[in-house]
């Protein structure tokens, strides 16, 4: 089955220190990767996306992911939080085919502490 | 761009009643809208894929009566929950996209989510 994995529920970090949230999906074909970001009570903002071509992918607000096929995985890193940072991230994966729709994760709150 | 707007963002209303929430991307056509429900402190649970001028394809389980989807146009889709319970109370979200097709790559963009509670 298809599926999405993100096994930190909660990953609580101080200020100005790296972090990786992790994402393993299901199945080693042709995938679309997403990262979503969600503060309080809002819908989701798209974060970064890996649809084909450089497996590093980076958003504008210094937060980058690596798509490794071998190992499944689509882990979001930062070299360094700010408070601001602190939030629900979601990831997501499109496998195409018949159903064409987003498999999410189960997200991580990234709690980002003085 | 590729805004959504959800609207209303939090409504409270009496068990028993309808409820209509819209979504519209402002600044594109969405031929695919998605409508999701997020219980507190869990992942977004698809509930129904709607494309412009057909009929929802709704997942197992949500009752295509109870939560009626209609995308009459490529900028608005509306989910009504007819006959509101208490147990109907939930974070709603809808999403748009760009275009269809079997390997779509294109992002969903969200709404800000309506926040419905039933007394």
């Known amino acids: 089955a298809q599926s999405v994995t993100q096994l930190d529920s909660q990953v609580p970090v101080f200020e100005e220190a790296p972090v990786e949230l992790r994402c393993n999906y299901s199945s080693s074909v042709s995938v679309y990767l997403f990262w979503y970001v969600q503060y309080p009570n809002q819908g989701l903002q798209l974060l970064l996306k890996?649809?084909?071509?450089?497996?590093l992918v980076e958003s504008i607000n210094g937060f980058e992911a690596e798509f490794n096929k071998s190992q499944t995985s689509f882990h979001l890193r930062k070299p360094s939080v700010h408070i601001s940072d602190t939030a629900e991230y979601f990831c997501a994966v499109n496998y195409g085919g018949a159903t064409n729709k987003l498999i999410f994760g189960t997200g991580t709150l990234l709690a980002v502490q003085p | 761009g590729a805004v959504v707007s959800q609207h209303p963002s939090w409504v409270i209303c009496k068990s028993g009643t309808s409820v209509k929430i819209e979504c519209r991307s402002l600044?594109?056509?969405?031929?695919?809208m998605f409508w999701y429900r997020q219980f507190p402190k869990q992942s977004l649970m698809l509930m129904a894929t709607s494309n412009e001028g057909s009929k929802a394809t709704y997942e197992q389980g949500v009752e295509k009566d109870k939560f009626l989807i209609n995308h009459a146009s490529l900028t608005l889709s509306t989910l009504t929950v007819t006959s509101a319970h208490p147990e109907d109370s939930s974070f709603y979200i809808c999403s748009a996209r760009k275009d269809r097709g079997p390997r779509s790559n294109q992002p969903q963009h969200f709404g800000d989510g309506t926040r419905l509670s039933i007394l």
């Open positions: 890996y649809l084909s071509g450089s497996t």
């Open positions: 600044d594109f056509q969405a031929t695919t």
